[in-house]
């Protein structure tokens, strides 16, 4: 058997169309404010930006759901939003296929005037998404590789997948945002 080294890999580039999803989480303005508390209460902790392609004023850990348990609601509820568009847009029913999804990543971002991101993807998670908790109205979009932008609001949920390349130019206004990597997992079967 050969190596993959001394293999000959070709990639070949098709244009497809990529969804993106937005949603509107304002009926669920606790988990909302509770995410809320959670970016000042891990920032209060630990006021040192995590380094990465984020360009911010604030950036928190990449497990704060796991370091700040307010941030498990809005978890939950991307969660099963996920799934929804999972069954709906994209015709899998996960739970019919014993699949679910686990949010592996979960973070916080405080952009201020000039904050940016660099283009980037989220591989190899399956879903990703930046829901705005704080969105001025001259704030930067989230932009993605086909051009396509999405304007922040505040209670917006933008769900996409995980391969899509993003990024934020500099931002004149304020924005502040959860983004989080959803990843599929198989469920356990039940014990009878």
């Known amino acids: 058997m050969s190596s993959p080294d001394t293999l000959i890999v070709n990639q070949l580039l098709y244009p497809a169309m990529m969804p993106v999803f937005t949603c509107s989480l304002t009926p669920h303005k606790i988990a909302l404010q509770l995410a809320r508390e959670a970016i000042d209460e891990l920032r209060a902790v630990?006021?040192?930006?995590?380094?990465?392609?984020?360009?911010?004023?604030?950036?928190?850990?990449?497990?704060?759901h796991y370091r700040n348990q307010k941030l498990l609601p809005?978890?939950?509820?991307?969660?099963?939003?996920?799934?929804?568009?999972?069954?709906?847009?994209?015709?899998?029913?996960?739970?019919a296929l014993n699949l679910d999804y686990f949010v592996k990543d979960c973070w916080g971002m405080i952009y201020e005037k000039s904050d940016h991101t660099r283009k980037h993807n989220?591989?190899?998670?399956?879903l990703s998404c930046a829901l705005y908790l704080e969105?001025?109205?001259?704030?930067?979009?989230?932009?993605?590789?086909?051009g396509m932008q999405v304007q922040?609001?505040?209670?917006?949920?933008?769900?996409?997948?995980?391969i899509l390349n993003h990024e934020v130019p500099a931002t004149?206004?304020?924005?502040?945002?959860?983004?989080m990597n959803l990843f599929k997992m198989a469920k356990m079967p039940q014990a009878t």
């Not at 989220?122 to 399956?126: G, I, Q, R, T, V």
């Not at 922040?152 to 995980?162: E, G, I, K, R, T």
């Open 74 to 95: 809005i978890c939950e509820i991307v969660r099963q939003i996920s799934l929804h568009v999972t069954k709906v847009f994209l015709t899998a029913d996960f739970p």
């Open 172 to 179: 004149p206004g304020r924005r502040v945002v959860i983004s």
């Open 46 to 64: 630990d006021p040192t930006p995590l380094q990465s392609n984020v360009q911010a004023v604030y950036v928190s850990p990449w497990d704060s």
């Open 135 to 146: 969105a001025d109205p001259d704030c930067a979009p989230i932009v993605f590789e086909n």
């Open 152 to 162: 922040p609001q505040a209670d917006l949920l933008v769900l996409f997948p995980s």
């Open 122 to 126: 989220h591989f190899p998670a399956e």
